[in-house]
């Protein structure tokens, strides 16, 4: 067994993720954290008891959690991600983007962000592409596609050049941002989500790795309203992932 450096032990930094529990899909992050902690409750013991002999049996109803204190605690994706409830837009009035400069000349292949994208993170309207105030034709000239988290930004709408191009580039098109965006819940008896958590902490080129394969949210998540000038601290909401019966707890380091 390898020893592990104490002057090491508080120095990592923990980021914490979540999906749906036996799902493989991308992980969500819970972005702007503190007092992320892994717990390993041991303390319910069972204990069964023979009249003539004493206790015949001592075990250990070993419980665990994963705690944070969200500072991000009014997001809506954030709510909707973790509460039964509905997720709703209200679209604002298209907005017209006229001579978006796209800059002199492109790269065969290497896909141009437009700068604006959709509430609702569909394509925008309305696309022409011009290269020295001549219009460019769709799938011939250029491509279209929307990032999807993993092939650029969510939502954006990109612009991937098909043919050779050394002229200045711009774009016209038509965008439509989300005026509000809104969250409900209905105040009755639901049934838990459950989630997948990992935390993964990194010093230097350490990383350590702990999982949750299966806990359920469990407590009192608080949107708070405080003066930070005030009160001198923002106050987060507070995260305990419970596991669920039968579900693990692994951890996994590159201490060889």
């Keep these: 067994m390898a020893a592990i450096n104490p002057n090491d032990l508080a120095k990592f930094t923990g980021i914490l993720e979540v999906r749906a529990a036996g799902s493989s899909a991308s992980y969500t992050r819970l972005a702007s954290v503190r007092g992320l902690v892994a717990n390993i409750d041991t303390s319910n013991i069972v204990e069964i008891k023979a009249d003539d002999t004493g206790t015949v049996l001592k075990v250990s109803d070993t ?128 049934e838990l989500k459950n989630f997948q958590v990992k935390i993964t902490a990194t010093s230097g080129t350490d990383t350590r790795v702990t999982t949750l394969s299966s806990a359920a949210f469990n407590g009192v998540y608080g949107m708070t309203y405080a003066d930070v000038v005030e009160a001198g601290d923002i106050t987060g909401a507070s995260l305990t992932f419970e596991a669920n019966k039968g579900s693990t707890l692994s951890y996994a380091n590159e201490i060889i």
Excluded: C, H
Excluded at 85 to 102: C, I, K, N
Excluded at 145 to 174: E, K, M, R
């Design 63 to 190: 419980q665990a959690s994963i705690e944070a204190e969200l500072l991000e605690n009014m997001d809506r994706d954030t709510l909707d991600l973790l509460f039964t409830g509905t997720a709703s837009d209200v679209a604002a009035s298209p907005v017209a983007v006229t001579g978006e400069a796209l800059g002199t000349g492109w790269t065969v292949g290497q896909p141009i962000q437009l700068a604006n994208k959709d509430g609702d993170n569909t394509e925008v309207a309305s696309i022409v592409i011009d290269a020295a105030s001549s219009a460019l034709t769709l799938n011939t000239d250029y491509a279209v596609y929307v990032g999807d988290g993993d092939n650029g930004d969510l939502g954006y709408t990109y612009i991937t050049p098909l043919t050779a191009q050394a002229g200045i580039l711009d774009a016209d098109y038509s965008y439509t941002p989300n005026a509000t965006e809104s969250f409900s819940i209905d105040i009755d008896t639901v």
